[in-house]
């Protein structure tokens, strides 16, 4: 009996947990309808090296946070290791989040990758914050990676 119940306590506390984590990352990622990166599937960076919308017939959800994909082979890449794909900073412009500490939009066409990781930028009226963070990026990302952990935290 004593075992039943200490299963029962750890499995209550870690869908407590999980549930709060997936709330704090619905409530900080960059969403639009509910959907990451505006529809665009976060493997076909990595696969393809290009930006490419996703389809709502190819979704997944992680962590309360859902993304559309282009093709069931990238939806199926995604769920066997989806923190490896999903963007640096909820789906924030990068260079806002290193430089002031702010949730900017961004255009999933204009992005990097970085050590495995996507980033993405804002890039609008003649503004394309990726030619910024390229000037300072090892500052700016420290400083990004800093300020996200705070407000994911």
Not at 54 to 81: C, I, M, R, W
Request: charged share 25%; proline share 3%; hydrophobic share 35%.
């Amino acid at each position: 009996m004593k075992k039943t119940s200490i299963i029962l306590v750890v499995l209550f506390f870690s869908i407590t947990i999980f549930a709060q984590n997936a709330s704090k990352r619905i409530k900080e990622f960059n969403l639009e309808n509910k959907v990451a990166i505006q529809g665009y599937d976060p493997v076909a960076y990595f696969t393809l090296k290009k930006a490419v919308k996703g389809k709502s017939s190819f979704t997944a959800t992680y962590e309360g946070v859902t993304y559309n994909f282009s093709s069931q082979a990238n939806k199926d890449l995604f769920l066997k290791n989806p923190s490896s794909y999903e963007p640096q900073y909820g789906g924030w412009c990068a260079y806002a989040m290193g430089e002031n500490n702010e949730k900017v939009e961004i255009n999933p066409e204009t992005f990097k990758i970085i050590d495995g990781k996507l980033y993405l930028f804002y890039n609008a009226y003649f503004n394309n914050t990726l030619k910024s963070w390229n000037k300072n990026e090892t500052n700016l990302k420290k400083k990004a990676d800093a300020n996200w952990k705070k407000i994911i935290n």
